[in-house]
């Protein structure tokens, strides 16, 4: 038997071994990036159906739905062959950009409620006697919006693993709508609160699909930097575009139908998007594939992510634990959440700061100064257009990694960082100090177009650099950013009119400045100590993918959360020290970054 096994791994056949255990497996991803860098679920070899041997061997495995069955008589259903139609990167480049753009659309859409809600601040503290000073009172459906963002995808998104990626937008999206129809007939403000906070969470849940959307049908880094660039931009840019849909609509109509004009497009869209997209996780095709064939009277015909997976209780229990360890315990987490939630509150912040700002000096109504919050987006867009060139850099990286040849450098994400840093710091002094009546208003609007510029660079190199350093638990790692991120966004926006009434417009965007200055010293640190800090941290050595399994990745792009894990291949379970002198690839250290 240990013959044929070994046959097995040498011709590539994935197969059941006896010695597979249960184990703790990484929780899915939570970040709208929450993919990304991690491969689709598909396994990478194309082999057909094939049956195991040893009828005599009475080994037994456990698949989804907690049958026993003889692991020796399972087959184990695979792509037939690299060209499966059905596989989805052998889908056409004209329907998978079909598929990015739709899903990049739809975080759109979800993001806008977000910031569309600011536009009707003044009709909601007439109509609900709402004070919205010196405490702004209406900021509180903001913080309640993003608190569900911030907690729903822990929750939900954990069970999109059973279920693949269309059910996950389905629910979330359907749920959205409807609660768009509460929010839009609340009678009283606590209403209102309460209604954002399930409508944040949903549609979070449905920004957190896109990423690993994009992740199941773009084979490997090269493929995939565009199109995650181009989702990283609708992350921001939906949020930022708010303000001035809403602003649009109330121009003209009552606060109340900002909900209901996003209720109808987004509902009436809702078709088209059932008739373009369809299941893009590989190990839910094959699921699928495998369960049709047990119906036509092959019982034993399983898909590897039907055998040793972990409980849904299990993965919801890794999905808040290990999050909140990494965010106690590892300083680049720490360092990287601090950074990116920073910016994010910035974001949410300029939806109150640039109405105050833009109405004290030039008496402006409420529409024209969201026309001036458009200026976030358009940096965001061009940050966008030049974010090639840093994924460029970074792919070219491999060939000075001495350590890990033909790997690239996780520290070369952060080329476009520090001075993506500078720009937002700048932006951000920029629009304070030029905030003056002696001067146009396109001079502080360039300042705020710097903060989206810088925004973005932020965001995508934390996603970037945290998907490369931890590796396996990558999806933790982004989680505890995005929560951290996401609180930011809600509480931030408290201190905005309190802050630029005391301060001015001058010193109240300093002291912004002077603190994102301070946060611009984390990718400099990265830079300079990055790989040391990764060779001492134990959670990059228990995340690391080992020799083998990092060859592998790079060269088949196979999935690390629904392919069987075996101790044999070196890879350890959550918690397990490696024997002495083997270097795990989370220690590497370039020669030059």
Not at 137 to 152: C, D, E, I, K, V
Not at 210 to 231: A, Q
Not at 530 to 551: H, I, K, T
Request: glycine share 8%.
């Amino acid at each position: 038997m240990e013959e044929a096994q070994h046959h097995a791994r040498v011709q590539g056949r994935p197969r059941l071994d006896s010695t597979w255990k249960h184990e703790e497996t990484e929780a899915p991803l939570h970040d709208p990036n929450d993919d990304l860098r991690q491969s689709s679920t598909q396994s990478s070899i194309p082999v057909p159906v094939h049956e195991g041997s040893d009828k005599s061997d009475s080994t037994r495995a456990v698949d989804r739905n907690e049958k026993t069955i003889n692991a020796a008589n399972v087959e184990i259903v695979d792509w037939n062959g690299p060209d499966d139609p059905e596989n989805p990167f052998n889908w056409s480049r004209k329907y998978k950009w079909l598929i990015t753009l739709t899903t990049c659309f739809i975080s759109i859409l979800t993001g806008l409620p977000a910031g569309a809600y600011s536009a009707g601040n003044d009709a909601m503290e007439r109509e609900f006697h709402v004070s919205n000073s010196p405490f702004p009172y209406l900021s509180f459906a903001t913080a309640s919006w993003n608190m569900g963002a911030a907690l729903f995808p822990l929750l939900f998104v954990p069970l999109t693993e059973n279920t693949g990626r269309m059910p996950g937008y389905y629910a979330s999206y359907i749920l959205f709508l409807i609660w768009l129809i509460p929010s839009a007939t609340a009678p009283n403000f606590a209403t209102l609160v309460v209604t954002r906070f399930f409508g944040g969470g949903a549609s979070s849940v449905s920004i957190n699909l896109v990423g690993g959307s994009i992740t199941d049908i773009w084979k490997g880094e090269r493929e995939r930097s565009l199109p995650m660039s181009i989702f990283g931009m609708t992350s921001v840019i939906g949020i930022a575009l708010g303000p001035f849909v809403g602003g649009a609509i109330i121009s003209g109509l009552n606060w109340r139908w900002i909900y209901w004009v996003q209720l109808i497009v987004d509902a009436g869209l809702l078709p088209i998007f059932a008739l373009i997209l369809r299941e893009t996780r590989g190990d839910r095709i094959l699921a699928k594939r495998a369960k049709k064939l047990r119906k036509q009277g092959r019982p034993n015909a399983y898909a590897k992510s039907e055998l040793n997976k972990a409980s849904l209780l299990e993965q919801l229990k890794i999905s808040f634990m290990r999050p909140t360890r990494m965010l106690t315990t590892e300083f680049v987490v720490i360092a990287f959440t601090l950074w990116v939630s920073f910016a994010w509150g910035v974001l949410f912040l300029f939806q109150s700061s640039v109405a105050q700002v833009f109405s004290g000096l030039y008496g402006w109504s409420t529409f024209p100064t969201t026309i001036v919050q458009l200026a976030i987006s358009v940096g965001a867009i061009i940050a966008t257009i030049v974010n090639p060139l840093q994924d460029w850099l970074y792919l070219r990286s491999a060939a000075r990694n001495d350590e890990e040849p033909g790997r690239p450098i996780p520290e070369a994400r952060l080329y476009f960082a520090v001075p993506g840093s500078l720009i937002f710091t700048a932006g951000l002094f920029w629009y304070g100090w030029s905030s003056s009546r002696s001067l146009p208003w396109i001079v502080p609007a360039l300042g705020v177009g710097c903060v989206g510029f810088g925004i973005y660079q932020i965001y995508m190199a934390t996603v970037n650099y945290l998907s490369d350093a931890y590796e396996k638990y990558t999806a933790s790692a982004l989680s505890a950013a995005s929560l951290g991120r996401n609180t930011f966004g809600a509480f931030l926006p408290l201190a905005s009119p309190q802050l630029y009434s005391h301060l001015g417009f001058h010193w109240a965007s300093s002291l912004l400045g002077f603190l994102a200055l301070i946060l611009s010293a984390a990718p400099v640190i990265l830079l300079w100590k990055g790989p040391v800090l990764r060779q001492r941290s134990p959670f990059m050595s228990e995340s690391a993918y080992d020799e083998g399994e990092a060859e592998a990745r790079r060269n088949s792009y196979a999935s690390r959360r629904t392919l069987p894990r075996q101790q044999s291949a070196g890879i350890l379970p959550f918690g397990a020290r490696r024997t002495p002198g083997h270097t795990p690839a989370g220690s590497r250290r370039a020669s030059m970054v």
